[in-house]
Nanobody, 126 residues
Framework: QVQLVESGGGLVQAGGSLRLSCAAS????????MGWFRQAPGKEREFVAA????????SYADSVKGRFTIARDNAKNTVYLQMNSLKPEDTAVYSC???????????????????WGQGTQVTVSS
């Protein structure tokens, strides 16, 4: 069992930065690939970034590549999403997710994640 709690969202001007955190409870965190997803009003949830259990592999959506960085600290049971050069189109609820199947290194598919946080709102003003 993994319980996830996101924090760090807020209101920021275009071009600004935010760092989201996702704190996990349970020892399964170190055995979980982690991902960030977002959902804007009226739109479907979309993949943002993912990181493998050890942190040596990452994947990003094309829309955030070069601007966002995912990282994890297994000693702190926390995964981060550093967001730079934010744009109004980045406005969404951001959720972290954990995938515990050891056969999957990392995945961009939401349906494969086992546990989800409640989400944190990110609003980018123009």
């Amino acid at each position: 069992q993994v319980q996830l709690v996101e924090s760090g969202g807020g209101l920021v001007q275009a071009g600004g930065s935010l760092r989201l955190s996702c704190a996990a409870s349970g020892r399964a965190f170190v055995n979980s690939a982690m991902g960030w997803f977002r959902q804007a009003p009226g739109k479907e949830r979309e993949f943002v970034a993912a990181i493998s259990r050890s942190g040596d592999r990452t994947s990003y959506a094309d829309s955030v590549k070069g601007r966002f960085t995912i990282a994890r600290d297994n000693a702190k049971n926390t995964v981060y999403l550093q967001m730079n050069s934010l744009k109004p189109e980045d406005t969404a609820v951001y959720s972290c997710a954990a995938e515990v199947d050891y056969r999957i290194l990392l995945t961009t598919e939401a349906r494969l994640y086992d546990y989800w946080g409640q989400g944190t709102q990110v609003t980018v003003s123009s």
